[in-house]
Nanobody, 119 residues
Framework: QVQLVESGGGLVQAGGSLRLSCAAS????????MGWYRQAPGKQRELAAV???????NYADSVKGRFTISRDTANNTVYLQMNSLKSEDTAVYYC?????????????WGQGTQVTVSS
């Protein structure tokens, strides 16, 4: 069973920075992509950033220019550097990975880490 272990959440003031880490129990290149979703109170879970095994990245418009997703393939870890944080970035951040298994794209999720931005 794939495990995704997140760390790095916390409380930060608006304008500050945080870095989230997600360590996978299996090789990075065994996945189709890895990324970060977030869910604010009362809202649906949404994509924040994703990186494919080939390297291309994609970001939600709301975080472009402030968040950067990166990978350390030797340690099967994905990072999310979050700068210029805003109160609206407050959410539970979930690490996500997916891969093709027997013709289906299977999703895996971490347990989530809370990010709270105070204004």
């Amino acid at each position: 069973q794939v495990q995704l272990v997140e760390s790095g959440g916390g409380l930060v003031q608006a304008g500050g920075s945080l870095r989230l880490s997600c360590a996978a129990s299996e090789r990075f290149f065994s996945f189709n992509s890895m990324g970060w979703y977030r869910q604010a109170p009362g809202k649906q879970r949404e994509l924040a950033a994703v990186i494919t095994t080939g390297g291309p990245t994609n970001y939600a418009d709301s975080v472009k220019g402030r968040f950067t997703i990166s990978r350390d393939t030797a340690n099967n870890t994905v990072y999310l550097q979050m700068n210029s944080l805003k109160s609206e970035d407050t959410a539970v951040y979930y690490c996500h990975a997916n891969r093709w298994t027997m013709g289906r794209l299977v999703d895996y999720w971490g347990q989530g880490t809370q990010v709270t931005v105070s204004s």
